[in-house]
């Protein structure tokens, strides 16, 4: 039902808030349907580049905004991280709802067969350069007045060469953080990035 829990960082214990607009059924659809279209807006402010076949998960990630983020961005007083628990839609409902780019989102594992098949088509030689990249989002948070909102993102690619000798070789690199918004009157816009981790 489009609930938030604070994940506290100690015991793992997941707290449940019922949405802002109250604890009755009638409260809780608005909410829910509160949340779609503000999300809906907020993604046409986000920069995910040229689309192609499984680049976005068809799951929300599950990591947390941190408690941090939602402190200095948000402006919300709290000591646990925010992870929407019941996200009201699925990525592609929220990302794509008319289904333009149906293609674009993937399970893991389908994902990874398309991969391994083009990495097998890879052909021997000095300049064989494969590079692919996925990108995974988390259900956004929004402050009380839906002017600020915060969202995890995670951006993941393969780089594969292949020599004329060899077998190809494999560089993975990762980063992860949360995407910071604001809302300057209808729309949405991205105003900073907070990174939590990078790897390779």
């Not at 809906?40 to 947390?64: H, M, N, Q, Y």
């Not at 909102?149 to 020599?163: F, G, P």
Request: hydrophobic content about 40%; aromatic content about 8%.
């Amino acid at each position: 039902m489009g609930l938030v829990c604070l994940l506290r960082t100690t015991a793992v214990v997941p707290i449940c808030l019922v949405g802002l607009l109250g604890g009755s059924a009638v409260g809780a659809e608005r909410q829910e349907n509160r949340l779609v279209v503000e999300a809906r807006a907020l993604f046409k402010a986000v920069e995910r580049g040229t689309s192609g076949r499984c680049i976005l998960d068809r799951s929300w990630d599950s990591r947390p905004v941190l408690a941090e983020t939602a402190k200095r961005y948000l402006k919300l007083v709290l000591q646990a991280d925010l992870v929407v628990s019941e996200p009201p839609a699925t990525p592609m409902q929220i990302i794509d709802p008319e289904e333009r780019e149906a293609d674009a989102f993937c399970r893991s594992e389908d994902r990874n067969a398309a991969w391994q098949a083009l990495v097998a088509a890879l052909p021997a030689g000095e300049d064989k350069v494969l590079r692919m990249t996925s990108i995974s989002y988390g259900f956004p948070i929004f402050n009380p007045g839906f002017t600020r909102a915060a969202m995890i993102v995670q951006y993941y690619s393969e780089t594969w060469r292949r020599t004329a000798d060899g077998p190809p070789r494999r560089l993975i690199e990762m980063a992860g953080g949360a995407l910071i918004f604001a809302k300057r009157g209808r729309a949405w816009q991205r105003i900073d990035y907070d990174t939590y981790y990078t790897a390779h």
